[in-house]
């Protein structure tokens, strides 16, 4: 079975030792902690991983080792979770809306970066963060938003202010003796930089409506991970993009800049290997994980559609690509992938399908429902 194996090679050595019947996420650390560089190395400003796009211990630990030291957390959860594992790293508290519990937790744990949408929550702010820890000011980080372009799935219907709004948010932040700073999450897996563009242009006008000068710009999560086959994400250019939009709007006066990727960061250093349970009478595709399970976002986001099949030896299904309806394991009609994959001729119950990118948004909401999605973590050296 090799089952004292740790690491294996790669998503075909592993079936080939595990022939694994529940699904399994393979991580590659190299791989993860390649693209933190290539962030680090890249973005104009400070890097920061927003948590809730994979939680997961292993994903932390790679990420501090490759030089990450901040992170965007949205929960009392997250906030001890990144206090535990990182302790000297920066926690943005970027969840405009919080209670009045979640805020005493995040006063106590030292929490200096706040973000805001509203009139009411910035009273509540107000009410409880004082404007200085330990000689450090407190930046309260005012979020607006601007009707979407270029991302898949809208963020800003949730959250942000109007730039209007903003304005009014930023004058009364700096004027109550905190740090201002502005905050926009352009929207998940934003292909185009026009995504930043006109949310950097917003951002100068906000300081010129507010008369305020802001200290930092978080440019937001949104930044593309490798979904589409052919069309592998351009970050060296997004990050350019930015850095002259930024400078064009604020010449001398720039904010210091900050992100704060998810998808970005963690959706490529994993795969997800599903199997193969039944292919009804020569037709649809019947996986044990689906849209309850690790595929939970691909109705929102779309297919992940960099896939390989391997047979149960670990080699290459090889028949002509056809259009398959793919169902998950339960009872459930809305556990089904959208439209319908591209998957060889050949493909037979037992074999395994290879989701390449499924790093984010997967593990953190697996469920159990029908008794499926015993997901399971298995650690490789790459994927090819
Ligand atoms: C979810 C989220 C992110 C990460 O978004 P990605 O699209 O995964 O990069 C960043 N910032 C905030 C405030 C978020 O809520």
């Avoid at 200096?112 to 963060?129: G, H, M, N, R, Y």
């Avoid at 003796?177 to 905050?183: A, D, E, N, R």
């Amino acid at each position: 079975m090799g089952q004292d194996k740790t690491v294996w090679d790669n998503p075909a050595d592993l079936i080939r030792q595990m022939q694994p019947e529940h699904p399994v996420l393979a991580f590659a650390p190299t791989v993860l902690q390649d693209k933190a560089r290539q962030f680090i190395d890249g973005f104009p400003g400070l890097v920061t991983y927003a948590v809730k796009s994979n939680p997961g211990e292993a994903v932390i630990q790679n990420l501090v080792t490759a030089g990450i030291t901040g992170f965007d957390v949205a929960s009392p959860y997250e906030i001890d979770l990144i206090g535990k594992m990182a302790p000297r790293a920066a926690r943005h508290y970027h969840n405009p809306v919080r209670a009045t519990a979640e805020i005493t937790h995040a006063v106590a744990a030292g929490i200096t970066s706040w973000s805001v949408d509203s009139q009411s929550e910035l009273d509540k702010l107000f009410a409880q963060v004082p404007t200085a820890v330990a000689d450090q000011g407190v930046e309260i980080s005012p979020r607006f938003s601007l009707p979407v372009m270029g991302a898949v799935y809208d963020f800003g219907s949730k959250f942000g202010a109007t730039p209007e709004l903003a304005a009014e948010l930023l004058r009364r932040v700096a004027a109550r003796g905190y740090i201002p700073s502005l905050t926009f999450h352009p929207g998940t897996q934003c292909v185009d930089p026009i995504a930043w563009e006109s949310y950097i242009s917003v951002a100068r006008e906000i300081c010129d409506m507010a008369g305020v000068r802001a200290r930092r710009l978080n440019v937001g999560g949104g930044f593309p991970s490798y979904r589409v086959s052919g069309v592998e994400p351009d970050l060296a250019s997004i990050f350019a993009e930015i850095r002259d939009t930024v400078n064009e709007a604020f010449g001398d006066d720039a904010p210091d800049l900050v992100c704060e990727p998810g998808r970005g960061l963690c959706a490529d250093a994993f795969s997800l290997i599903a199997r193969v349970k039944g292919v009804r009478d020569g037709s649809h595709v019947f996986l044990n994980d689906g849209v309850y399970g690790g595929l939970a976002e691909l109705p929102i986001v779309g297919n992940l559609d960099r896939i390989d099949v391997l047979t149960p030896q670990g080699t290459p299904r090889d028949g002509e690509l056809t259009g398959r309806i793919v169902f998950g394991p339960t009872c459930d009609s809305v556990d089904r992938l959208p439209g319908e994959l591209s998957l060889p001729s050949d493909i037979a119950e037992g074999d395994f399908v290879v989701f390449h990118g499924a790093g984010a948004y997967s593990t953190v909401t697996n469920t159990r429902f029908n008794g499926f999605g015993l997901l399971t973590n298995a650690t490789v050296m790459g994927f090819d």
